[in-house]
T-cell receptor
Framework: KNQVEQSPQSLIILEGKNCTLQCNYTVSPFSNLRWYKQDTGRGPVSLTIMTFSENTKSNGRYTATLDADTKQSSLHITASQLSDSASYICVVSPSMEYGNKLVFGAGTILRVKS | DTEVTQTPKHLVMGMTNKKSLKCEQHMGHRAMYWYKQKAKKPPELMFVYSYEKLSINESVPSRFSPECPNSSLLNLHLHALQPEDSALYLC??????????????FGPGTRLTVL
């Protein structure tokens, strides 16, 4: 069964600190992995997309890594800000095609406090 | 314009009402999606339209009726809903060309409450 598991379920950090969120997946076949940020009551916003040949990709203070062999990904947030408080969702796509069914993780809820 | 817009932002309806959710994008994307998201759960795919034709229906009850009148608009018609249909309804769009992977751009969602 295709699954995406994220850890931790929730996390509280102080403003300015770094943190790392984890994602393990069992999706097969595998095409690409995405990290989304979702603010409460809003739609998800894409942070990174990585194919199996990419090991790391950065978007500002967000850096995602991918190990396709162990089927693990991480999202590292540097110098956290209050605005980083959100749910971070790991999403795996089994295909390059447009309409394929993305497999969503349950998300990690991050709270950054001052 | 890299934005997907959705209206209304909030909707409260009775179980006998008929209402519609609207979604619009002007990025030239020819694939559009409807998702349903319950609180603290990931989005669940409902429908996919490609080139204005329904290509995927994830066994959604007929009380949800999608419509794609043109390449920029996507509607979701609601009729005789149940309280358990209360959720955040998300619209998304993406490219459809060969290649990829194509990012799905999500709208802000419509918060639906069924009384």
């Amino acid at each position: 069964k295709n699954q995406v598991e994220q850890s931790p379920q929730s996390l509280i950090i102080l403003e300015g600190k770094n943190c790392t969120l984890q994602c393990n997946y069992t999706v097969s076949p595998f095409s690409n992995l995405r990290w989304y940020k979702q603010d409460t009551g809003r739609g998800p916003v894409s942070l990174t997309i990585m194919t199996f040949s990419e090991n790391t990709k950065s978007n500002g203070r967000y850096t995602a890594t991918l190990d396709a062999d162990t089927k693990q990904s991480s999202l590292h947030i540097t110098a956290s800000q209050l605005s980083d408080s959100a749910s971070y969702i790991c999403v795996v796509s089994p295909s390059m095609e447009y309409g394929n069914k993305l497999v969503f993780g349950a998300g990690t809820i991050l709270r950054v406090k001052s | 314009d890299t934005e997907v817009t959705q209206t209304p932002k909030h909707l409260v309806m009775g179980m006998t009402n008929k209402k519609s959710l609207k979604c619009e994008q002007h990025m030239g994307h020819r694939a559009m999606y409807w998702y349903k998201q319950k609180a603290k759960k990931p989005p669940e795919l409902m429908f996919v339209y490609s080139y204005e034709k329904l290509s995927i229906n994830e066994s959604v009850p007929s009380r949800f009726s999608p419509e794609c009148p043109n390449s920029s608009l996507l509607n979701l018609h609601l009729h005789a809903l149940q309280p358990e249909d209360s959720a955040l309804y998300l619209c998304a769009s993406s490219q459809i060309l060969a290649g990829g992977p194509w990012e799905q751009f999500f709208g802000p969602g419509t918060r639906l409450t069924v009384l």
